[in-house]
């Protein structure tokens, strides 16, 4: 393959020998991208970015954290006090975690919505979900690090959650620790951990972006690219309407850092740790509060548990779970009323794990958790069977045209000299 | 590509083209401004810390050193040698013809009071700490110090005299605060 | 999908409005707002309050709470030049040590040093105080539901007795703000309890304002140039951000 660069001697030099060039070339410029993505699909790359900005902000960080129980709270402070730009990449990191999730969650529910998790991307999906657990462990560790009153307590109540194993339980909360409670071993251990799964999380995207680049990427209608006609090479269509989004989110991400550091954080979190006293209501950062509440519904501790596990576990199997050959919600009018419910019913779930178990949020939190498992279980398999789904367009490239309401929608290549017309990209 | 629509933009209007040739060129040069905004405040996380820079004095009680003794303190993390000379080694450092050392000084000027040398004890080829501020150590062959990782020879006024060193050892900025008190940094 | 968009952002904020009132809703009366001249986007910090607020510090709250996260030379983001830091850091003494023979000793306290705190562990503060341990305010702010409303509505929410039928506990005081109202500190400002270097006539209101202010700034010492920093990032990403969106209509529109 040879791109425009290929007529200097030296990249012809490398790219025979290690082909970076024509690598580069194949998937972030030449890449066939279905003509018809619309900016959900933007959630993506600003996901990976996130991740990009985590990594590096998160070095910086442990260049001057201290992971020891006497100064692991002092040396946060110092960060934000003396280290030049410190409090700068302290909130970045802390709020660009919330960012990463916010950018994931949208690119999760992009899939649930238009199909994304069915044949042949399978596999995608998983390293999908997978790389959802591995966000949630590595961002409950760094939570952990600045040991505050939450930090220790999130520590301690998650950790326990693992006593819930039978037998084995106890003895593998003690190892966890290393110790009979959590303490100096735990914070050490986790810095150590939180440091490594950025890492692991990188060589799963990679596999992700494999297994994406390998069977292409889906589109909002959901049907397979027919012809060369149904893509646009990837350079310059997806970079710059990604660098778009790109913007988009940094602004948002700038808000929260400049102007409302702490909005999502606890106050709490600004005491120092003390083994010896629990705040009085104790509750995880916002990306958690759906799963705690499905924890806090099941009235058992093992149960909840693995309530709270199965949530996010039930992922793994959905492509068999939903039963529908029609990927696109545009074309299942039924689905698309789940959708949005499903949606609604995980505020619902974030809104009960905010709030205290008592009242009424009991009764509201086991029925929004009935609700979400029977939305993988009982609703998307009967959907697939019984649902009517609307007629799905021939190509791509004809329903972008019929979009356009251009005159020649029945596929005869447009004449080209309308260069700009006033209408644009939708 | 053989696999992709064709473009279409054989037959765009002048106008339209350079407009866009001055968008992509601000784009550019926003791009190239706001990679040096991120990567300029990174850089300096790695500066000094606030904490650390004001930590950069510290005060001496000279008054129990002996003619002849050597004593180290810790400055800013390093060592700084406070040597109360003796006549001879005064003396010494002073008959040197500037024209023999390869980091020209007098001795007048690196030190505030004949008797007091006070310097940054840090070789000034890579680092190591010379020898020759306690008792036995081999203080080189010129009296001075001795550089025991890469054979630095230095005088009585702590300049380098053979060796791999390019300059004189470090003479810090101090204060004598009264007879007894240094402050240095 | 413009639609789609909004009411995602509307349910969004719902939420997180949800989420902030669960949070923020504690046993106690929700103190009042009051008037801050360093929030909003704009904002800066009175030199003038820092500096009343650092003498009500000094002269009231120092003798209980310890301030660890402060040092002398901080004190010249207030508005203190370096030879005024020196004076006041020479009223203090801090240990130092080991000398020559291997013993700790006091001395006079220099720009670089922190806060020396009034006792000497938790331990010896909780004697001192009846068992109650008076925090460290260097990040209080922060620490605190309501932040500095808070804080103001405890200084100023005092009750000489109890409402009738409140069972107050021996040594404990009445709050309105404080969670339980019973607070173990005492009523630690009142009229004219500190006489002002500037002059400023030290109304209770006044006290507490300052040295809410004070406290402001010792938990985000950042917060000018933070703002400062921030208004030029937003300003750069929404017209690079603009003018990418140009671009990629342009793009786009090359398509067929």
């Given at each position: 393959?040879?791109?425009?660069?290929?007529?200097?001697?030296?990249?012809?030099?490398?790219?025979?020998?290690?082909?970076?060039?024509?690598?580069?070339?194949?998937?972030?410029?030449?890449?066939?991208?279905?003509?018809?993505?619309?900016?959900?699909?933007?959630f993506g790359s600003l996901a990976g970015i996130?991740?990009?900005?985590?990594?590096?902000?998160?070095?910086?960080?442990?260049?001057?954290?201290?992971?020891?129980?006497?100064?692991?709270?002092?040396?946060?402070?110092?960060?934000?006090?003396?280290?030049?730009?410190?409090?700068?990449?302290?909130?970045?990191?802390?709020?660009?975690?919330?960012?990463f999730f916010v950018v994931v969650y949208i690119?999760?529910?992009?899939?649930?919505?238009?199909?994304?998790?069915?044949?042949?991307?399978?596999?995608?999906?998983?390293?999908?979900?997978?790389?959802?657990?591995?966000?949630?462990?590595?961002?409950?560790?760094?939570?952990?690090?600045?040991?505050?009153?939450?930090?220790?307590?999130?520590?301690?109540?998650?950790?326990?959650?693992?006593?819930?194993?039978?037998?084995?339980?106890?003895?593998?909360?003690?190892?966890?620790?290393?110790?009979?409670?959590?303490?100096?071993?735990?914070?050490?251990?986790?810095?150590?951990?939180?440091?490594?799964?950025?890492?692991?999380?990188?060589?799963?995207?990679?596999?992700?972006?494999?297994?994406?680049?390998?069977?292409?990427?889906?589109?909002?209608?959901?049907?397979?690219?027919?012809?060369?006609?149904?893509?646009?090479?990837?350079?310059?269509?997806?970079?710059?309407?990604?660098?778009?989004?790109?913007?988009?989110?940094?602004?948002?991400?700038?808000?929260?850092?400049?102007?409302?550091?702490?909005?999502?954080?606890?106050?709490?979190?600004?005491?120092?740790?003390?083994?010896?006293?629990?705040?009085?209501?104790?509750v995880p950062e916002w990306y958690f509060l759906?799963?705690?509440?499905?924890?806090?519904?099941?009235?058992?501790?093992?149960?909840?548990?693995?309530?709270?596990?199965?949530?996010?576990?039930?992922?793994?199997?959905?492509?068999?779970?939903?039963?529908?050959?029609?990927?696109?919600?545009?074309?299942?009018?039924?689905?698309?009323?789940?959708?949005?419910?499903?949606?609604?019913?995980?505020?619902?779930?974030?809104?009960?794990?905010?709030?205290?178990?008592?009242?009424?949020?009991?009764?509201?939190?086991?029925?929004?958790?009935?609700?979400?498992?029977?939305?993988?279980?009982?609703?998307?398999?009967?959907?697939?069977?019984?649902?009517?789904?609307?007629?799905?367009?021939?190509?791509?490239?004809?329903?972008?045209?019929?979009?356009?309401?251009?005159?020649?929608?029945?596929?005869?290549?447009?004449?080209?000299?309308?260069?700009?017309?006033?209408?644009?990209?939708? | 590509?053989?696999?992709?629509?064709?473009?279409?933009?054989?037959?765009?209007?002048?106008?339209?083209?350079?407009?866009?040739?001055?968008?992509?060129?601000?784009?550019?040069?926003?791009?190239?401004?706001?990679?040096?905004?991120?990567?300029?405040?990174?850089?300096?996380?790695?500066?000094?810390?606030?904490?650390?820079?004001?930590?950069?004095?510290?005060?001496?009680?000279?008054?129990?050193?002996?003619?002849?003794?050597?004593?180290?303190?810790?400055?800013?993390?390093?060592?700084?040698?406070?040597?109360?000379?003796?006549?001879?080694?005064?003396?010494?450092?002073?008959?040197?013809?500037?024209?023999?050392?390869?980091?020209?000084?007098?001795?007048?000027?690196?030190?505030?009071?004949?008797?007091?040398?006070?310097?940054?004890?840090?070789?000034?080829?890579?680092?190591?700490?010379?020898?020759?501020?306690?008792?036995?150590?081999?203080?080189?062959?010129?009296?001075?110090?001795?550089?025991?990782?890469?054979?630095?020879?230095?005088?009585?006024?702590?300049?380098?005299?053979?060796?791999?060193?390019?300059?004189?050892?470090?003479?810090?900025?101090?204060?004598?605060?009264?007879?007894?008190?240094?402050?240095?940094? | 999908?413009?639609?789609?968009?909004?009411?995602?952002?509307?349910?969004?904020?719902?939420?997180?409005?949800?989420?902030?009132?669960?949070?923020?809703?504690?046993?106690?009366?929700?103190?009042?707002?009051?008037?801050?001249?360093?929030?909003?986007?704009?904002?800066?910090?009175?030199?003038?309050?820092?500096?009343?607020?650092?003498?009500?510090?000094?002269?009231?709250?120092?003798?209980?709470?310890?301030?660890?996260?402060?040092?002398?030379?901080?004190?010249?983001?207030?508005?203190?030049?370096?030879?005024?830091?020196?004076?006041?850091?020479?009223?203090?003494?801090?240990?130092?040590?080991?000398?020559?023979?291997?013993?700790?000793?006091?001395?006079?306290?220099?720009?670089?040093?922190?806060?020396?705190?009034?006792?000497?562990?938790?331990?010896?503060?909780?004697?001192?105080?009846?068992?109650?341990?008076?925090?460290?305010?260097?990040?209080?702010?922060?620490?605190?539901?309501?932040?500095?409303?808070?804080?103001?509505?405890?200084?100023?929410?005092?009750?000489?007795?109890?409402?009738?039928?409140?069972?107050?506990?021996?040594?404990?005081?009445?709050?309105?703000?404080?969670?339980?109202?019973?607070?173990?500190?005492?009523?630690?400002?009142?009229?004219?309890?500190?006489?002002?270097?500037?002059?400023?006539?030290?109304?209770?209101?006044?006290?507490?304002?300052?040295?809410?202010?004070?406290?402001?700034?010792?938990?985000?010492?950042?917060?000018?140039?933070?703002?400062?920093?921030?208004?030029?990032?937003?300003?750069?990403?929404?017209?690079?951000?603009?003018?990418?969106?140009?671009?990629?209509?342009?793009?786009?529109?090359?398509?067929?």
């Amino acid at each position: 393959m040879t791109t425009p660069l290929h007529r200097y001697r030296i990249v012809q030099w490398i790219d025979y020998r290690l082909p970076i060039f024509s690598w580069t070339n194949e998937h972030l410029v030449e890449y066939p991208a279905p003509r018809n993505l619309n900016y959900w699909w933007n959630f993506g790359s600003l996901a990976g970015i996130m991740l990009v900005v985590q990594i590096i902000t998160g070095i910086i960080l442990a260049m001057h954290y201290t992971p020891h129980v006497d100064y692991a709270f002092n040396s946060t402070e110092h960060i934000m006090r003396d280290v030049e730009w410190g409090w700068m990449m302290r909130y970045l990191h802390a709020n660009g975690a919330s960012m990463f999730f916010v950018v994931v969650y949208i690119h999760i529910f992009r899939g649930f919505y238009y199909g994304s998790y069915k044949s042949p991307r399978e596999i995608l999906w998983w390293m999908g979900v997978l790389i959802l657990f591995l966000m949630m462990g590595s961002s409950f560790l760094g939570y952990v690090l600045p040991w505050g009153q939450m930090s220790f307590w999130a520590a301690t109540v998650i950790t326990n959650l693992i006593s819930a194993i039978p037998w084995i339980g106890e003895t593998l909360v003690q190892w966890l620790w290393g110790g009979f409670s959590v303490a100096n071993p735990t914070l050490n251990r986790f810095f150590s951990l939180h440091y490594l799964l950025p890492f692991l999380l990188c060589a799963v995207v990679f596999i992700h972006l494999w297994a994406l680049h390998h069977r292409k990427s889906n589109n909002p209608l959901g049907i397979d690219v027919k012809s060369p006609k149904d893509t646009i090479p990837f350079s310059p269509y997806y970079t710059v309407k990604d660098l778009v989004g790109l913007g988009v989110m940094f602004f948002v991400l700038a808000i929260f850092v400049f102007y409302l550091p702490n909005f999502l954080g606890e106050s709490i979190n600004y005491i120092k740790a003390d083994p010896l006293v629990t705040p009085p209501h104790i509750v995880p950062e916002w990306y958690f509060l759906p799963y705690y509440a499905i924890l806090r519904a099941v009235p058992d501790k093992l149960g909840g548990v693995i309530a709270m596990v199965a949530s996010i576990a039930i992922l793994f199997v959905l492509p068999w779970l939903d039963t529908s050959k029609v990927r696109s919600a545009r074309f299942r009018p039924i689905y698309k009323q789940f959708f949005w419910i499903f949606l609604a019913d995980c505020f619902v779930l974030g809104w009960v794990g905010a709030n205290p178990v008592e009242g009424s949020f009991i009764l509201i939190g086991r029925i929004a958790t009935v609700y979400y498992f029977a939305h993988f279980l009982i609703i998307l398999p009967l959907l697939g069977k019984f649902e009517r789904t609307k007629p799905l367009p021939e190509s791509i490239h004809q329903a972008v045209l019929a979009k356009k309401g251009g005159a020649d929608a029945s596929g005869a290549p447009p004449d080209s000299s309308a260069g700009s017309s006033p209408g644009g990209a939708a | 590509m053989a696999d992709t629509a064709p473009e279409s933009d054989q037959a765009s209007p002048q106008g339209e083209e350079t407009r866009r040739d001055f968008l992509i060129l601000a784009a550019g040069a926003m791009s190239a401004m706001a990679a040096i905004g991120v990567a300029w405040p990174l850089i300096e996380t790695m500066n000094p810390s606030a904490d650390v820079l004001a930590l950069s004095s510290t005060e001496v009680d000279i008054s129990e050193i002996e003619v002849g003794q050597s004593v180290t303190v810790k400055w800013r993390g390093k060592p700084v040698f406070i040597r109360r000379r003796t006549q001879e080694e005064i003396d010494a450092a002073r008959a040197v013809p500037l024209d023999d050392l390869s980091d020209p000084e007098s001795d007048e000027a690196r030190v505030q009071q004949a008797e007091w040398l006070i310097l940054v004890g840090v070789c000034t080829h890579l680092g190591c700490i010379p020898l020759g501020n306690k008792i036995g150590d081999p203080r080189g062959d010129f009296g001075g110090w001795f550089c025991p990782c890469h054979g630095s020879h230095y005088d009585t006024s702590g300049r380098i005299r053979v060796g791999p060193a390019p300059n004189n050892l470090a003479v810090p900025e101090y204060e004598f605060l009264d007879d007894t008190l240094v402050r240095i940094g | 999908m413009r639609a789609q968009l909004f009411a995602i952002a509307a349910t969004l904020g719902l939420v997180f409005a949800g989420i902030g009132n669960a949070v923020a809703a504690g046993s106690a009366a929700e103190p009042p707002d009051h008037e801050w001249q360093h929030t909003g986007v704009f904002g800066t910090f009175d030199r003038g309050e820092l500096q009343r607020g650092f003498q009500v510090f000094q002269e009231v709250c120092a003798s209980c709470h310890s301030l660890d996260f402060i040092a002398f030379r901080n004190l010249l983001d207030i508005g203190f030049d370096v030879d005024q830091i020196k004076a006041i850091a020479a009223e203090y003494e801090v240990e130092d040590g080991p000398d020559n023979e291997g013993e700790m000793f006091m001395r006079t306290a220099k720009g670089s040093d922190y806060f020396p705190a009034p006792f000497a562990n938790p331990q010896a503060a909780r004697a001192s105080n009846g068992g109650a341990f008076p925090p460290d305010l260097s990040v209080i702010v922060k620490a605190r539901d309501g932040g500095l409303n808070y804080l103001y509505g405890i200084l100023t929410g005092y009750e000489e007795e109890a409402p009738e039928g409140f069972e107050l506990a021996e040594g404990m005081n009445y709050n309105h703000y404080f969670p339980g109202h019973q607070i173990a500190m005492p009523e630690p400002l009142y009229e004219e309890a500190v006489e002002y270097a500037d002059g400023t006539e030290p109304t209770l209101e006044q006290l507490a304002h300052d040295v809410s202010v004070f406290l402001a700034w010792t938990a985000e010492p950042e917060l000018e140039i933070r703002k400062k920093t921030g208004l030029k990032v937003l300003i750069f990403i929404a017209i690079f951000t603009a003018l990418i969106y140009i671009i990629k209509r342009r793009v786009w529109a090359k398509l067929h």
